[in-house]
């Protein structure tokens, strides 16, 4: 069964930047596409930034495009966020997520099967 667990999430200055972190338990983390996403109060969870499984391809929602960079550790079994240049409306609770398929590539929510219970982001104005 896999584990994910979030880190890094916490209060910030608008302008300030995080680090965000999802270790990955079990096996064969170096062979599925992560994804990061995130759900502000009263709004849908949305798609943050995909890596894939090696890490050379990435997307990100233009929103956080030029301000958050995703990548991954695979020897680590870990995947990461930095998140720069932080807005008010960057505030919620972020999950990473593990893609349902190895070696597929897909930003759409339903395709992930495995997420971790989310790590609290809140930037102030």
């Known amino acids: 069964q896999v584990q994910l667990v979030e880190s890094g999430g916490g209060l910030v200055q608008a302008g300030g930047s995080l680090r965000l972190s999802c270790a990955a338990s079990?096996?064969?983390?170096?062979?599925?596409?992560m994804g990061w996403f995130r759900q502000a109060p009263g709004k849908e969870r949305e798609s943050v930034a995909t890596?894939?499984?090696?890490?050379?391809?990435?997307y990100y929602a233009d929103s956080v495009k030029g301000r958050f960079t995703i990548s991954r550790d695979n020897g680590r079994n870990t995947v990461y966020l930095q998140m720069n240049n932080l807005k008010p409306e960057d505030t919620g609770l972020y999950y990473c997520?593990?893609?349902?398929?190895?070696?597929?590539?897909?930003?759409?929510?339903?395709?992930?099967?495995?997420w971790g219970q989310g790590t609290q982001v809140t930037v102030s104005s």
């Open positions: 997520a593990k893609h349902r398929y190895p070696f597929l590539w897909d930003t759409t929510q339903n395709q992930y099967a495995n």
């Open positions: 079990g096996r064969a983390f170096s062979s599925y596409t």
């Open positions: 890596i894939n499984s090696n890490g050379r391809n990435t």
